[in-house]
């Protein structure tokens, strides 16, 4: 099974972001892929028109796409965009996605808060925990846009999803844990542990954000477009940065 994730493309009018990518895409397209999960953040600057042009780009990949919203985006006008977005769960106003593809479920976990660029996990725990004891019980991959281990670059963790504890809890010693939890919203690759279980932050397709951790000097930030590629196998889940 292969699963691609992008995030954070925040396509707008000024920006090359939907260049970038046309670049990730294209690279994807060379692998046979079972399904790509989008974490969030599509558009920037209210370009609700982008929606459409994101989406006709994404079917292109001839697989199931999954998405979650991001802080940037309209959850009214996403339905309206991807209205066969696959696996699709509205839970009151959330976006969340439950597919099961081969011998993998996918869950997708809508954590944003209206107003604000931060986001939430406790509001939709028990969802969550309804959805990991469904039978049948495949190993799982979760998604998010927010992270919830802190990054160390703290204007972005003051914006993470509250709720890292309680989710925790939720997950400690679930004999169907998910094999690896991914987000995105940093704008940064990378990777840590919750709850003894891989917590990955999918790098963005727009420009990085600096790796900073609050010291008097800003290191640079030149990445390329980055997206996950997780695969999984007899041998286990390996879920990998790429640049592209």
């Given at each position: 099974m292969?699963?691609?994730?992008?995030?954070d493309i925040h396509a707008a009018p000024n920006n090359d972001n939907l260049l970038r990518l046309n670049r990730?895409?294209?690279?994807?397209?060379?692998?046979?892929?079972?399904?790509?999960?989008?974490?969030?953040?599509?558009i920037d600057d209210d370009w609700t028109d982008g929606y459409a042009v994101i989406a006709a780009r994404l079917g292109a990949l001839n697989c199931p796409v999954m998405l979650v919203p991001g802080n940037s985006d309209d959850r009214r006008l996403m339905r309206t965009s991807f209205a066969t977005r696959y696996g699709a769960v509205?839970?009151?106003?959330?976006?969340?996605?439950?597919?099961?593809?081969g011998g993998l479920k996918l869950v997708g976990i809508d954590t944003c808060l209206p107003g604000t660029s931060a986001g939430d996990v406790v509001q939709h725990l028990t969802w969550l925990e309804r959805v990991l004891e469904e039978p049948p019980s495949p190993p799982t991959l979760l998604f998010s846009?927010?992270?919830?281990v802190p990054s160390g670059i703290?204007?972005?963790?003051?914006?993470?999803?509250?709720?890292?504890a309680e989710l925790g809890d939720l997950l400690t010693g679930r004999s169907l844990a998910p094999l690896a939890i991914s987000?995105?919203?940093?704008?940064?690759p990378m990777s840590a542990m919750l709850a003894g279980i891989p917590a990955h932050i999918c790098g963005?397709?727009?420009?990085?954000?600096?790796?900073?951790?609050?010291?008097?000097?800003?290191?640079?930030?030149?990445?390329?477009?980055?997206?996950?590629?997780?695969r999984l196998t007899r041998d286990g889940l390996v879920s990998s940065h790429v640049a592209v």
């Open positions: 292969i699963v691609a994730q992008i995030s990730a895409l294209s690279w994807l397209s060379v692998l046979e892929l079972d399904a790509l999960v989008v974490s969030g953040d599509l509205d839970d009151c106003d959330a976006m969340h996605f439950v597919a099961q593809i846009h927010h992270h919830f703290a204007p972005l963790d003051a914006v993470i999803a509250e709720g890292k987000s995105g919203h940093v704008h940064r963005s397709i727009c420009p990085a954000n600096p790796l900073w951790f609050g010291g008097q000097n800003i290191p640079a930030a030149n990445e390329p477009p980055m997206i996950m590629v997780h």
